[in-house]
């Protein structure tokens, strides 16, 4: 299997653990020293396969889960050397407030057939209109 399909069978995954919050699903795919790099945001850097996929449900818990609904679009993976990259768009729609569309790129890093690195970043327009729109519909998303 390539790296490129590996990281297919995770991102399925991933939908699945989004869908009925069985975490524990995920940990195969990624080394136990694994690495989560959020850039474009003021997270930092997390180590561990464990505190890798509670930064992750994290994330999902405090935004993704707040809105009514979400659209993802992924763009094909590009594979060079150890790393898989895809770029990818979704629209989050809530009640109440107007939709927002926010953008970036993931890269995983592979160590053999299991991720020990990944990489988020925004896209630098995406990153702002996503802060603007938080400060001023944030407040609304828990209600």
């Given at each position: 299997m390539s790296i490129t399909d590996r990281y297919l069978a995770y991102a399925e995954d991933f939908e699945r653990t989004y869908e009925d919050n069985d975490w524990k699903r995920l940990e195969p795919y990624f080394t136990e020293d694994a690495a989560y790099r959020?850039?474009?945001t003021v997270d930092s850097e997390v180590a561990g396969r464990d505190?890798?996929?509670e930064r992750l449900k994290a994330g999902i818990d405090m935004f993704d889960r707040l809105?009514?609904?979400?659209?993802?679009h992924f763009d094909p993976p590009s594979e060079s050397g150890d790393?898989?990259?895809?770029?990818?768009?979704?629209?989050?729609?809530?009640?109440?407030?107007?939709?927002?569309?926010?953008?970036?790129t993931e890269t995983a890093t592979f160590r053999d057939d299991r991720i020990c690195l990944l990489s988020d970043e925004f896209d630098p327009t995406a990153q702002?209109?996503?802060?603007?729109?938080?400060?001023?519909?944030?407040?609304?998303?828990?209600g």
């Amino acid at each position: 299997m390539s790296i490129t399909d590996r990281y297919l069978a995770y991102a399925e995954d991933f939908e699945r653990t989004y869908e009925d919050n069985d975490w524990k699903r995920l940990e195969p795919y990624f080394t136990e020293d694994a690495a989560y790099r959020p850039q474009g945001t003021v997270d930092s850097e997390v180590a561990g396969r464990d505190a890798m996929l509670e930064r992750l449900k994290a994330g999902i818990d405090m935004f993704d889960r707040l809105m009514d609904s979400r659209t993802l679009h992924f763009d094909p993976p590009s594979e060079s050397g150890d790393q898989v990259t895809v770029t990818w768009k979704g629209t989050y729609t809530k009640a109440g407030v107007p939709d927002i569309e926010i953008s970036g790129t993931e890269t995983a890093t592979f160590r053999d057939d299991r991720i020990c690195l990944l990489s988020d970043e925004f896209d630098p327009t995406a990153q702002k209109n996503l802060e603007a729109w938080l400060a001023e519909h944030g407040a609304k998303l828990a209600g």
